[in-house]
């Protein structure tokens, strides 16, 4: 009973609200798939994995997309979740299906690329598209239990908190073990790129310092350019996110270009921390299971590179056959792509721009009683209703001092970059400090020059997370305040071994 009360009281302060605020970014999957992502949340498959029905709902204006997800539906799943993640065989049972949905997917989607569009109808392309989608959603659905780690996360501090004595011994602190015992151990496709690119830069930095023309490395370094172009063929997806672009010749030699100095790591290992703790069974599963999630997370970031790299083609036929703007298809909802490509919907000028400007998704329960779609001013005023029913009133609370969670430790000081989206990351010069909503591969460049990183969102297993550990910089993550308060310019103290942010005076 007590740990029964404990769990939902972690629960509740987690998910404070009627709406809780999951994430803001500046790219997002095109509506067509984001909608059919949403609407998953309300599928069978997600009632049987999580007891429940989640309903979400974004807004998109000004660039961005913003999620929020019923807070009461949502607390029910994290409780069905919590009890997966306790059990090694439920949580390796589910890895399991999550893996086999990531590699049908990316299978399905691998047919769509290699695809030969002549000859093909609508109603056949679009077959094909949605077997894709369908896939894909599948990986969400089981991909979801990542944003359910509220109870497992406070039991990991509490957990290693307790261990402070042993670990003093191997001359480590409890949040910097932390780091290292939920890291995976398996390399992943961005570490063999950043691999790659290590090594790329020894051989060819001082050669591409000075003539980074591709027609004159092609004419004068033939063997430089061809393992150029094999990288690009190797790992042209890798990074592509939702909306590209897809690695070229001028962006890989400017990752070249970037300082990748590596860390040389004097942290104990996994196995340093494990002799020196003597975990109970009880204890290793905690930090087994967030090192699964950190898994699950790259697992379903590569998906989402290479599942929407291969949906690039599709937009562009579908732009081809319709005479409409590639960018402006990526804008419409399911079922209007499927009456576009049925010949029974038009869109009228001027429409997409408005949908732009403002709109919001809402996938619910039909005892709801509300609307699937809001455009401009009534989307205005339903994203009014829900910010202020939810855990993002926070903000206004701003006091000149900015908490988080401890991601990496460490302290540093700095001018702020603040980055929306990965065309941004040039801002960032040697000893800036990052600031974002949530960072992903893409951001590595502006990582790498960064002298302390902090987001918005984000827990113990995210993307700044681990990579600001692999690289022993200091990281504070889930201020949710961070890219509202602070601005370009802003001379700021990081102090990640305390977990605050606060503004200096230059």
């Known amino acids: 009973m007590i740990k029964i ?113 002549k000859g093909l109808s609508n109603r056949q392309l679009l077959c094909l ?7 894909y959603v599948l990986s969400y659905v089981y991909g979801f239990i990542t944003w359910c780690t509220p109870v497992l996360q406070s039991d990991a501090k509490s957990v290693i908190n307790n261990y402070d004595q042993a670990l003093n011994k191997i001359k480590t602190s409890p949040d910097e073990a932390m780091g290292i015992l939920i890291v995976p151990d398996v390399t992943t496709i961005y570490q063999e790129k950043e691999e790659a690119l290590n090594k790329l830069s020894k051989k060819y930095k001082q050669v591409l310092s000075a003539h980074k023309s591709k027609s004159f490395v092609l004419n004068n370094y033939p063997k430089l350019y061809k393992e150029i172009e094999e990288f690009i063929n190797r790992y042209r997806w890798v990074g592509f996110n939702y909306i590209g672009p897809a690695l070229n010749y001028e962006a890989t030699v400017d990752e070249i270009l970037q300082s ?46 290479y599942v929407h790299y291969c949906f690039n083609n599709f937009y562009k036929e579908v732009a081809r056959r319709t005479g409409m703007e590639e960018k402006d298809v990526r804008f419409l909802w399911d079922d209007e792509l499927n009456a576009l490509l049925a010949g029974k919907n038009k869109i009228k000028p001027g429409y997409i721009k408005n949908k732009r400007k403002y709109c919001a998704a809402l996938s619910s329960h039909k005892t709801m009683g509300v609307k699937q779609y809001y455009l401009g001013d009534e989307a205005k005023n339903f994203r009014e209703r829900v910010f202020k029913n939810s855990n993002q009133l926070i903000k206004t609370s701003f006091q000149g001092i900015i908490k988080g969670t401890i991601a990496s430790i460490g302290m540093a000081t ?36 960064s002298s302390a990183i902090i987001t918005d969102d984000g827990g113990l297993t995210n993307h700044a997370a681990i990579i600001a550990r692999e690289l022993k910089k200091p990281c504070i993550i889930g201020t949710k305040i961070a890219t509202s308060v602070l601005h370009d310019g802003d001379f700021v103290e990081v102090d990640a071994n305390h977990g605050w942010v606060r503004k200096l005076k230059k």
């Open 260 to 305: 990748r100095d590596k860390v040389q790591s004097s942290s104990p290992t996994k196995k340093d921390i494990y002799k020196a703790c003597k975990f109970s069974n009880k204890e290793k599963q905690i930090f087994y299971a967030l090192e699964m999630i950190s898994y699950t997370k790259d697992l379903r970031n590569v998906t989402d590179d």
């Open 129 to 135: 598209y949605t077997s894709v989608v369908n896939k």
């Open 414 to 449: 700095g001018t702020v970059k603040i980055i929306h989206s990965a065309s941004e990351v040039g801002k960032v010069k040697k000893g800036d400090i990052l600031v974002a909503g949530m960072t992903s591969p893409k951001y590595m460049p502006a990582i790498l020059n």
């Open 5 to 117: 009360f404990r769990e939902n009281r972690i629960i509740n302060e987690a998910v404070p609200a009627e709406w809780f605020f999951l994430t803001k970014r500046p790219d997002m999957p095109p509506l067509p798939v984001w909608y059919k992502i949403k609407c998953s949340a309300l599928s069978k498959e997600n009632k049987r994995i999580y007891g429940t029905g989640v309903p979400w709902v974004c807004f998109w204006h000004d660039g961005n997309v913003e999620h929020y997800l019923h807070g009461k539906e949502y607390r029910l799943a994290i409780q069905t979740a919590t009890k997966i993640l306790y059990s090694r065989y439920n949580l390796n049972k589910h890895l399991i299906k999550l893996k086999q949905a990531c590699q049908d997917a990316k299978k399905e989607a691998m047919a769509l690329d290699n695809l030969c569009y």
